[in-house]
């Protein structure tokens, strides 16, 4: 089986005879069921691709679409002139980047058309081409928009030069209104979504997909496509990694399952990261390697986020559908980016929960913002959480703290110069991390009190209290005192407990001690 890994011409792949998940017959309901759509996704979801394929459909190369659900819906096959602008494959770090990108697309249409004329601003060149394709056609105009978003994304954070790409890519996708009936269908694609009160000001016609029950799954992969189109790739994948098919099955999606798009359909699995582990016969985090999220990491930091929320965050609809206030709140933009994803809801309150969709994100953004939030030895998070980890699983609560000490003790805390805030972020993502191997509790409530961290592994658990400068000892001895271990009293596991001293002073672990 040819996997399509990289490939976003949906003619290449139809071609070359690569495996595609046939999502025509959406394509379909989209063309006969509305004009103006909207859709976001994160990065390497397939809105290329999916552009690409409306592309084919509207320019009518139905031979490329044999075999596939839209050839027998579709009765028709009309053949409409096709603008697609492509925002992708270019870092924005100007007015002048957006302007020669617009210009490069626009001029190719021009040429197209055999326009002469070439106005001063790129709105009405826009809109001279599609009034021209329109008249040398006879038939309304397509208009396909890739990646909307990123001269924005690229400059989150730099608020004047932002707001200029807001001005003029308003008054450029404004042409969509202008021009309404010389256009037949619209589709827009992004990471996020950028108000309407911003860069979609008056295109009020234009229906938001992204949260749409119906088209949930028109970008990525579903359970039902997974067993269906891939079915002997995961047999041979739990060969390769000497595993039963069932266990196979579970662990990719406990690895690039869970994206929910909304509130009542079953998870998405991430297709770069699924068709990558078939490819090469290995899970590995396919998909957040090729990206750092820098930019989540700086509004986050900017805004004072709490990152000990990140697995339980809440919010509402509208705040999950908005990026225009980031600067406040970054839970818009780590929802659409694909970092968190909506996990529970509540019908009375109409309150999201979010957290994050697998294994594979929460691994590599946890690990990211250790090194992020932690100034020393960048990169080394990811071996610290596994040496740690074998610490635990093996009994040794001295390895483990030795580890946790030093670690702490090189840190120089500037990212919130809070050195009590930085500790307290720090070990939620270490615990966090932690959590994909052993069962891990903070605040864990008992008949005698909470204790602020327990950690259970096969053979071991263990109990630590942290006081703030105060003594180990005074740490151990509220263990004993309360009595945290009591619940583990007819448990045939040894028991360590842990009693830490956190000094502002030094900024950092002052001393610790274990006791059994």
């Given amino acids: 089986m040819l996997y399509p890994i990289g490939i976003q011409n949906f003619s290449d792949l139809r071609q070359g005879g690569y495996v595609y998940v046939d999502k025509t017959h959406l394509l379909h309901s989209l063309y006969r069921n509305g004009k103006y759509y909207f859709l976001s996704r994160p990065r390497r979801f397939g809105k290329s691709l999916l552009i690409s394929t409306m592309q084919a459909f509207f320019e009518g190369k139905k031979e490329l679409f044999k075999g596939l659900a839209i050839e027998e819906l579709e009765k028709e096959w009309n053949e409409f002139p096709v603008l697609r602008i492509d925002f992708t494959g270019k870092k924005y770090s100007s007015i002048e980047d957006l302007y020669s990108m617009l210009d490069k697309h626009l001029g190719a249409f021009e040429a197209q058309y055999g326009i002469k004329q070439r106005y001063p601003s790129m709105d009405l060149r826009f809109q001279t081409i599609i009034e021209a394709a329109y008249r040398c056609t006879g038939r309304q105009v397509v208009i396909l928009i890739d990646e909307y978003d990123k001269p924005i994304v690229d400059n989150i954070g730099n608020d004047e030069l932002v707001s200029t790409f807001r001005k003029d890519l308003q008054g450029f996708y404004s042409v ?12 827009l694609t992004g990471v996020t979504k950028i108000g309407k009160v911003s860069v979609f000001s008056g295109l009020n016609n234009l229906n938001d997909i992204s949260m749409d029950a119906r088209y949930y799954d028109i970008c990525g992969i579903s359970e039902a496509e997974l067993k269906s189109y891939f079915d002997t790739s995961v047999e041979q994948l739990a060969a390769a990694n000497g595993c039963a098919k069932d266990e196979c099955y579970r662990k990719l999606a406990r690895m690039y399952d869970g994206y929910h798009f909304h509130r009542r359909v079953p998870g998405i699995y991430n297709p770069f990261s699924l068709l990558n582990t078939f490819q090469k016969m290995e899970f590995s985090e396919y998909w957040f390697e090729t990206g750092t999220p820098s930019f989540l990491a700086e509004v986050m930091q900017n805004t004072g986020y709490d990152v000990t929320r990140l697995s339980h965050e809440q919010a509402d609809s509208t705040l999950l559908t908005d990026i225009d206030t980031v600067f406040l709140n970054p839970i818009p933009l780590l929802y659409q980016s694909g970092y968190l994803t909506i996990t529970g809801y509540d019908d009375l309150s109409g309150i999201y929960t979010l957290g994050f969709p697998n294994i594979e994100v929460k691994h590599g953004f946890l690990t990211y913002l250790l090194n992020y939030y932690t100034t020393a030895q960048k990169g080394t998070g990811n071996l610290l959480i596994r040496q740690m980890g074998v610490d635990l699983r093996t009994g040794r609560p001295d390895d483990f703290m030795k580890r946790m000490e030093a670690f702490f003790a090189r840190q120089n805390y500037q990212i919130q110069a809070d050195v009590e805030k930085d500790f307290q972020y720090a070990m939620s993502i270490i615990l966090q991390l932690l959590g994909e191997y052993f069962t891990v509790r903070t605040e864990d409530a008992s008949s005698s009190g909470r204790s602020d961290i327990s950690i259970e592994t096969p053979d071991y658990v ?55």
């Fill in 462 to 516: 263990y109990i630590i209290e942290i006081k703030k400068d105060e003594s180990a000892d005074a740490a151990l001895s509220q263990i004993v005192e309360k009595a945290y271990d009591r619940r583990y009293a007819d448990d045939s596991r040894k028991v360590f407990k842990i009693g830490i001293s956190f000094s502002t002073r030094f900024r950092g672990i002052e001393e610790w001690k274990v006791a059994d």
């Fill in 176 to 187: 969509l209104k202008a021009e309404d009936e010389f256009i037949r269908f619209g589709f």
